[in-house]
């Protein structure tokens, strides 16, 4: 994302303008997060929100808008002006190689430890190694599930073509698939596998299996004026400071998680005690917004391997860290 005036002065007073844009109050906005409500990625925003961290770092972020895929919710930012969207990066990338003017500001969630993959009690399925012949539930085609089936197919050093893939629409859609029989496992994400662990048993989690794969991204459009800019890097700030109170005060941070996803307690709490303790080689579920750029190559690689992306993708083209705290602005 670039100020292009910025660089048509001489560097002192380019650095002057730099440091007057972000220096200036930020707008009355709101945010566009995918899947907020539902899915774990955007929990650390309803902390920020409800703890006031928004308003603390100068942002004021009137509401959260939820979008129920990646490419929904970048039209959503574009359309209706949003300087700010928590997306997959996946989308990201399929935008940019249509031409579209956004960047990755933020690296938001570093891994896909949110994911078990589970079976019915009984199943005699009790390792990656043991889904030869099996029907393994997906959301839909080209999508992240999609592509975490053959890796864990792989992990089982099994073929893609070893087990059949079984679309089920969605995450939940999946559950009753599992238990009629239409599919011999399903992957369940955090929150539902908080609110299904003891119906069903595990026979692989990614935090365990998978290496750190880029999960969701924060991403802004191209062009933002000074005002936008101050706004961007307040939100960054907010949701790195709900990250680290989450860490310190999981019980409550859930407490406020289950009145915004309308969960139950036991279950926010739960599920936020999982993602905050998981690490998966070192690394946490909810990044601080550091860039990483190993995980964001291979959230490309994954795509490419269910036909998602295609061609050269210019990942560290896509990342603009001038909103980034000075102290996590090295891409890692």
């Given amino acids: 994302m670039s100020l292009s005036f910025v660089f048509t002065l001489r560097p002192m007073v380019a650095a002057g303008a730099l440091l007057t844009a972000f220096a200036t109050p930020a707008l009355a906005e709101q945010i566009v997060v995918s899947n907020y409500g539902v899915s774990a990625n955007g929990m650390p925003f309803a902390v920020a929100m409800e703890k006031g961290f928004f308003k603390e770092e100068g942002a004021d972020v009137t509401g959260i808008l939820s979008s129920a895929g990646g490419g929904t919710t970048l039209r959503n930012m574009l359309a209706g002006d949003a300087p700010y969207a928590e997306v997959n990066p996946n989308a990201v990338f399929a935008a940019l190689q249509k031409g579209a003017d956004i960047k990755i500001v933020s690296d938001n969630v570093l891994t896909v430890a949110e994911f078990v993959w589970a079976v019915k009690p009984d199943s005699p399925i009790h390792s990656p190694k043991d889904l030869t012949g099996r029907k393994i539930g997906y959301t839909n085609p080209r ?30 859609e999946g559950i009753p698939a599992l238990d009629m029989g239409l599919i011999d496992v399903a992957p369940i994400p955090e929150p539902l596998w908080s609110k299904y662990k003891t119906k069903y048993r ?131």
Avoid: C
């Fill in 143 to 172: 999508s992240t599930s999609q592509a975490l089936a053959t890796l864990v197919l792989q992990a089982g050093d099994l073929k893609p073509h070893d087990a059949e893939l079984v679309k089920t629409g969605g995450f939940g």
């Fill in 202 to 332: 595990p026979i692989a989690k990614a935090s365990e299996l998978l290496p750190p794969i880029a999960n969701v991204v924060g991403v802004a459009a191209g062009d933002a004026s000074p005002e936008k800019a101050a706004f961007i890097s307040a939100v960054i700030r907010a949701r790195r400071k709900a990250v680290d109170y989450m860490k310190a005060h999981p019980d409550e941070s859930a407490t406020i998680i289950a009145q915004v996803y309308n969960l139950d307690p036991a279950v926010a709490r739960s599920a936020v005690e999982n993602l905050v303790g998981a690490t998966t080689a070192g690394l946490p579920y909810w990044g601080s917004g550091q860039i990483h750029m190993e995980g964001l190559t291979r959230a490309v690689d994954v795509q490419k391997m269910v036909g998602a992306l295609s061609g050269d993708v210019d990942v560290k083209g896509a990342v603009d860290t001038r909103y980034l705290p000075d102290d996590i602005k090295a891409i890692k």
